[in-house]
């Protein structure tokens, strides 16, 4: 019994030494080389193109389709950010178009 | 009061029993259904929160999907029942930008550090691990963790509450970097840059700020490690800002560029995103006006219980374990408390290890549903400056901050 866990202890001795040196060694980093995958979901129905043309080249349509309903003024106020503060280059007529999609499909109706 | 999400269609506890009888998550893993993998709902008020589970992101294993491109990418509530430290390739991830280097490579890497200095840096790799090393477990918290529970909603990322992790980081001091640069008298913040670019070119950098004392504080780190590994490129490979017990928006990802400002940063990250009402719980009303808003800060306390969701049913009359995690914010995990009656009395729950003030604390305790029916507990997380998670949900139209004490409904039978 006393040699089993002299044996024991000899084992750990010999398993926590070098994971002891290894923890004080700088990790030695390696360099990667990776890709992401991509998302083909588009917006569909009435006044898509608009979306399809103007959102999808900045984030994924799933961060639209994820939102909760929302009231047109608050659709508004988010594409006003894209436009005027992240500089997504919306014509007039196609945020408008984007406004009346969101208000519709993702609308709170107020 | 809130609702913990449902989070995989296997229940919490009868995955436990699995891990009890195998020994072995992968095992347990393996068991499960493959439907079960494939969608998660994440019981959103209104909705929608179906979302899929993804399996595709490199250096990652299964993720709830938030958004593709960039990616936004959540931990499911089951991997918080399993231990105190987030795995890697489970660690939630959210970028703001979607030009994001897919490569990296270790010897060509450079972190620059200039501004109002002595000396301008260009560090390699090799030149920051030649600094002390320093380790340090931490809790990493997405400002908008828990935003899909808002009510009313608001708009952004609709995370559950996986948009959070705790890891053991390994690095060097900031401190250590900006002294061998040498900061002018008059500094006044320090801003961080990472490798990420908009697609738009006139968009603006995602950089943040911290004051020059915070910065030089000894406990901000520039982590090369989280867990003992080098980081997922999603999580900011091969360098990421720590600062221990702050929200995560200033841990700048795959950080690159150091600037020592003798002015207050004006730029959009800093100065107007990320920013709270000032007031208590960062609370306002739907619609008021006349707030003022400040940069958003510190972690605040929260607790959740991992082994058993939302509905589940579990033995009248039998004591029953619960367990889970608790975080003190900015300060260490005092007591943790559950009620198995609305709140009208508390029983102080077991703490695990302590891992240090800024890591996720494990607790368990056993209760006993009196009757039949349906029942609710709470969990309530009080942190070492005497800070308790409060009774109501707290409202921005960021959806910022949220720490309520939760409530996980059951069925008692």
Known sequence: MTRKMLALALVTAAVLIPLAGRAAAPLQLKSVNVDFPQSDRMFAGQGADALNNNCLACHSAGMVLNQPALTKAVWQAEVNKMIQIYKAPIAAADAAAIVDYLARTKGSGS | ?413
């Not at chain 2, 931990?75 to 029942?81: A, G, H, I, K, L």
């Not at chain 2, 340090?136 to 808002?150: E, I, K, W």
């Not at chain 2, 995560?248 to 107007?272: A, C, F, G, Q």
């Not at chain 2, 960062?282 to 958003?296: L, R």
Request: aromatic share 8%.
């Open chain 2, 1 to 413: 009061m809130s609702t913990q999400p449902s989070d995989f269609n296997r229940g919490s506890l009868t995955r436990r029993l699995l891990l009890g009888q195998v020994g072995s998550a992968g095992l347990a893993i393996a068991a499960a259904p493959a439907w079960a993998q494939t969608m998660v709902d994440l019981a959103l008020p209104g909705g929608p929160g179906e979302r899929p589970i993804a399996t595709n992101f490199p250096q990652k294993g299964a993720m709830i999907l938030q958004r593709t491109r960039p990616p936004l990418l959540e931990t499911p509530f089951e991997v918080f029942d399993q231990d105190v430290f987030t795995p890697n390739d489970r660690f939630y991830v959210r970028w703001h930008w979607a030009v994001i280097p897919t490569a990296v490579d270790v010897d060509k890497f450079r972190l620059a550090v200039r501004g109002h200095v002595d000396r301008m840096l260009s560090l390699s790799l090799k030149d920051v691990q030649s600094l002390p090393q320093v380790e340090l477990a931490a809790v990493n918290q997405c400002s908008g963790n828990s935003r899909g529970f808002f009510q009313p909603r608001v708009a952004g990322g609709e995370w559950a509450n996986g948009a959070m992790g705790n890891a053991r980081w390994t690095g060097v001091r900031l401190k250590d970097v900006l002294d061998r640069a040498g900061v002018k008298a008059g500094a006044v913040q320090v801003r961080f840059n990472g490798m990420d670019e908009a697609v738009v070119p006139d968009a603006p950098k995602f950089m943040k700020s911290l004051a020059i004392d915070h910065a030089g504080d000894g406990e901000v780190m520039i982590a090369y490690a989280m867990n003992g590994e080098q980081l997922p490129l999603l999580n900011g490979f091969p360098l990421r800002l720590v600062v221990p017990g702050w929200y995560s928006t200033y841990w700048v990802k795959m950080l690159n560029d150091i600037e020592v400002l003798d002015r207050p940063d004006d730029n959009y990250w800093t100065k107007t995103a990320y920013t709270i009402p000032d007031t208590p719980h960062a609370n306002i009303k739907p619609g008021e006006t006349g707030v003022t808003f400040v940069p958003i800060n510190r972690l605040v306390p929260r607790s959740f219980i991992t082994n058993i969701r939302a509905g589940a049913k579990v033995p009248a009359r039998t004591p029953t374990l619960a367990r889970g995690i608790a975080f003190g914010g900015d300060a260490g995990v005092a007591r943790v408390d559950v009620s198995s009656d609305g709140g009208r009395t508390w029983q102080a729950a077991q703490l695990g290890n302590d891992e240090g003030k800024y890591s996720f604390r494990q607790w368990e305790t056993r209760f006993t549903l009196p009757s039949s029916g349906d029942h609710s507990l709470l969990v309530r997380c009080t942190n070492t400056n005497k800070v308790a998670q409060p009774d109501m949900a707290n409202w921005n139209p960021a959806g910022f901050m949220r720490n309520v004490i939760e409530a996980t409904p059951v069925v008692a039978g």
